[in-house]
């Protein structure tokens, strides 16, 4: 018996379909096409449907097919290690992190407050200067 072993940067637990896309992606756009071009050759509706599937995902359009290693990478980041020390370890890390990712996003809605209020108050110096400047001229 025979088994075959899945590659080791395709997450275990993915269907037949979502590992098929997560290999394609890690080969690059030309799998995607050669996939399409075999799919038309052999039977037309597969090389259709799969046309259909890279224009409707903007998988021909990307820069990259990578879409899927990003978001299974941040699945497996919570996932359990089997080492309790280091899942704590991790877990509270990411809790820190998280933490101060809040105070900095503060701090900069901090900083945007306050710029706004100092471009508020020099449009009201310059709006009171300008209805000052204009009464003068009236008054003359």
Not at 21 to 33: P, Q, T, V, Y
Not at 95 to 119: G, M, S, V, W
Request: hydrophobic fraction near 45%; glycine fraction near 4%; aromatic fraction near 12%.
């Amino acid at each position: 018996m025979s088994t075959i072993a899945a590659p080791a940067s395709l997450p275990t637990r993915m269907g037949w379909f979502s590992r098929a896309e997560a290999w394609l992606d890690n080969k690059g756009k030309g799998a995607w096409i050669a996939a399409m071009v075999l799919g038309l050759i052999f039977f037309w509706p597969i090389g259709l449907a799969l046309l259909a599937y890279m224009i409707w995902s903007k998988r021909m359009f990307n820069s990259s097919c990578n879409r899927s290693r990003r978001m299974s990478s941040h699945f497996t980041t919570m996932r359990s290690s089997g080492n309790s020390a280091f899942d704590a370890y991790k877990s509270e890390t990411l809790r820190r992190l998280e933490e101060e990712q809040e105070n900095f996003e503060a701090f900069l809605k901090r900083l945007r407050d306050a710029k706004d209020k100092a471009e508020f108050d020099q449009f009201m110096e310059d709006r009171a200067k300008t209805a000052k400047a204009a009464r003068e001229s009236e008054e003359a």
